[in-house]
Structures are given as C-alpha cells and as structure tokens.
C-alpha cells in the first residue's frame, strides 16, 4: 500500500470527532519555551534538557507505535503539526480532534519535576496545536503520582474550554480508585472533566501480576488486565458514587475483554457485596453508565462475533471514534472497524463524544 493510498479520505469518518490522536512533544528543548523560569534554569543546569522523556509504555521505534507510511525522516511521530495535519486530520476530514500527548513526565519519581514537566507539555499543547488548529482539543497532561499537585494543574488550565479532559495511565503507583487520587476527581467533575485512562503504565510496578517481563509483548498484552484492574479499582472504592457527574473513558483499551469483566464483577459483587455497602446496584450498570471507551484498537473478530460482543455490552452510547494516530492499529484510510452495527456506529462518530464531552 502506497503513502497516497493510505491517506486517501474516508467517508466514514468526515465530520467525526477523534477522540485519541496523539500528538508528540519533538523534544525536552521544545518544552524551555514553555516552562516556568526556576524549572527552565533547573532543568538547563542539571542537563535534563537533553533528557529522552519518551513514555516507555509506548517506545516510539516500536514498529506498532508509528504506521511505516507515518514515520517521519527523522523525528518522533506526530511531532509536527503540518504532518499530523496532513496524515490524520485532513485526509479524515474529522470535525474535532483531542490530543492525548503520551510523555514520560507522568513517570517522573520526583511530583515536583513531574508537575512541572506536565505543566509545560501542557503550555506546549497549547501554544503550538490549539492556538494553529481550530480542530483541536486537548486532555490535561497531570502528574498522578500526586493527587494534590495534578489537581492544581488541572484548575490552572479548568479557563480555557479547549481542555476537555485529564488524561492518566492506567497502571500507576497506586490503583486509580484509591483516596490519594479522589483530589483529581474532585476537580475533574467540578469543571466537567471527564477523565481518560489511557492503556499504559509509569512502571512503578510490573505490568503483569506475573511478576516483569523481558519484552514489549508481554508489557503489551498485559495493559488489558491493567485496564480491567484499573476499572474495578474505580467501581469497587466508590469513585463514581463519590463523584456522581464523574465521567471515565478507557483509552486504547481493546474493548472486547469488558462484557465478560461486567459479568464476573456482577457474579462476584452478589456475594461479597456487605464489604461495599456504597456499590448498591450491579457494577455493569454504572459502567455502562458512567464509562465510555474508544473504538481503536478494538481487538480484531468477524463481524458475528464481534456483534454478540457489543450485543453484550448493553448499551450503543459506549463506543467513541479514535483513529489513534500515528499508532500501527489499523491498515488503510479507514479507522473505523469492520462490523460495528450502523445504529451504534452513528452514534460512535460524533453523538457519544459529545455527549460524553461537555466542552465540545
């Protein structure tokens, strides 16, 4: 397949709202611009400037992290606007965009340095994507590591309306649901915030509940679980009854492992369910409720399984479009993935980002 071939538009997604494109930060130097002057001189005096901030989670000469027709010369994917105007949004003719920028100041060990790698990713975002393309949103980069400081961030930057969401890894230091992390779901649903978990982790921990593996195939298969384990921390410590306008959307999550997940939290809930008193209806209905997923990657099935598998799932207001650009998730011009019901894929395409996205 040609570079042309695979840009050329596709029908099916002009006018959609993208809700995963993943813009790249060129750089550490690219960020002194942006960064508060005390952590500009701090990051210059101990060289950190020329510091490779890639997220591990994602390395980026990963061959399933950048499509062969997406690789730049030199460069890391994405990190240009003219490029990721010219691969993705163009040719996709999509309506809106948010940009989910993947950066290893999440995984910083010292919160301060993280805050203010975060602070910065997100001055850059805006500076250079939001203020050149009218097309773009974003999702607020926080370090999660501590609940405190990521809350601060998010209010600096709860003015501007072109933040749509907070973006965190799935697997981190501690399960998402935890207390330590309720200061940032305080102040996501107090500005209507939804949070997006992305598959990934900060590496405080392995991957799998293995134990470490030696490769990226074993980190890759296990985000899954990490997901699957992320949403069960959120339900079963009271997040969504704490925070009742708090909405989640699981990120590159796969999709398919979910309706069997909801059938076993259910099946468990029944019998251990004196241990939350505050879960007090069936788990798979506030998930369905309160969590939306995007589209891409959905693990690839033929269209009759992969019907009984949304047929499963309980509700056509879940699924989001994503093209996940530049990730190697798909072939050809169309994102989209073969065998999702027309009424659901209507919806998919520009009602549920709305309705999940109140900034939009």
């Known amino acids: 397949m040609s570079a042309s071939e695979a840009m050329a538009p596709a029908a099916s997604t002009v006018g959609a709202i993208d809700c995963d494109l993943h813009p790249a930060v060129p750089n550490a130097k690219a960020l002194m611009p942006y960064m508060d002057p005390y952590w500009r001189e701090h990051m210059l005096r101990r060289g950190l400037d020329s510091e490779n901030y890639d997220l591990m989670a994602f390395p980026p000469a990963a061959p399933i992290n950048v499509r062969p027709d997406w690789k730049p010369a030199s460069g890391l994917p994405g990190s240009s606007l003219a490029v990721l105007q010219a691969q993705a949004l163009d040719p996709l003719g999509v309506s809106l965009a948010i940009c989910n920028v993947l950066h290893g100041a999440q995984a910083v060990m010292s919160e301060d340095l993280s805050a203010a790698l975060c602070r910065g990713v997100n001055n850059w975002v805006a500076g250079e994507l939001l203020d050149r393309d009218p097309r773009l949103r974003a999702s607020i980069l926080v370090p999660q590591h501590s609940g405190e400081l ?3 961030e998010i209010e600096r930057l709860a003015g501007d309306r072109r933040f749509v969401q907070v ?57 899954a679980q990490g997901m699957s384990a992320a949403l069960n921390s959120l339900l079963v410590e009271g997040v969504f009854q704490k925070f009742p306008d708090l909405k989640v959307v699981l990120i590159e999550s796969g999709v398919t492992w979910l309706p069997a997940s909801m059938w076993r939290v259910n099946k468990t809930w029944r019998g251990v369910r004196s241990e939350v008193p505050w879960l007090n209806r069936l788990p798979a209905d506030i998930i369905r409720e309160r ?70």
């Open 291 to 360: 969590v939306r997923l995007t589209a891409q990657p959905l693990d690839a099935m033929d269209g009759e399984a992969l019907g009984r598998v949304l047929d499963q799932l309980g509700s056509d207001d879940m699924l989001l479009f994503a093209s996940d650009y530049p990730h190697w998730h798909y072939d050809g011009a169309d994102p989209v993935p073969p065998g999702i019901p027309p009424a659901m894929l209507k919806k998919m395409m520009v009602d549920n980002p709305r309705a999940t996205y109140s900034r939009l």
């Open 167 to 223: 973006l965190m890894l799935a697997m981190a230091e501690l399960p998402p649901g935890r207390r330590q992390m309720w200061p940032i779901y305080r102040a996501a649903e107090k500005h209507g915030l939804p949070i997006g978990l992305h598959a990934g982790s900060t590496f405080r921990h392995p991957p799998s509940a293995a134990g470490w593996g030696s490769t990226l195939l074993e980190d890759y298969v296990s985000y």
């Open 150 to 152: 990521a809350a601060e």
